[in-house]
């Protein structure tokens, strides 16, 4: 078995390729989807991120902003460390 990293910045087709691996029965693991469960309201990792990084980074509903994380770990790169544990 062959075991196949596939990168790339935005836009660059990654999905592209994800979907035609997925259409040819090749077995595909999402980071993303990963990172979205992981971060889901109420779970472990929910739980450890609004400890680090406040309430403010909610959204009305209980969810991670992504976006405003994004931009606080992005920022800072002592804090983008503490997200990636």
């Known amino acids: 078995m062959r075991i196949v990293g596939l990168t790339g910045g935005i ?3 990654k999905s592209t390729v994800s979907n035609l691996f997925k259409a ?3 077995p595909v693991v999402d980071a993303d989807i990963i990172a979205r469960d992981v971060l889901k309201k109420g779970t472990g990792g929910w ?3 609004v400890a680090a990084f406040g309430e403010d ?3 009305p509903n209980g969810e991670v902003d992504r976006s405003k994380l994004g931009q606080i770990v992005f920022s800072d790169s002592s804090k983008r460390q503490l997200l990636n544990g």
Do not use: E
Request: glycine share 8%.
């Open 57 to 59: 980074i909610l959204l």
């Open 47 to 49: 739980k450890k991120v």
């Open 11 to 13: 836009s660059s087709g």
């Open 24 to 26: 040819n029965d090749v």
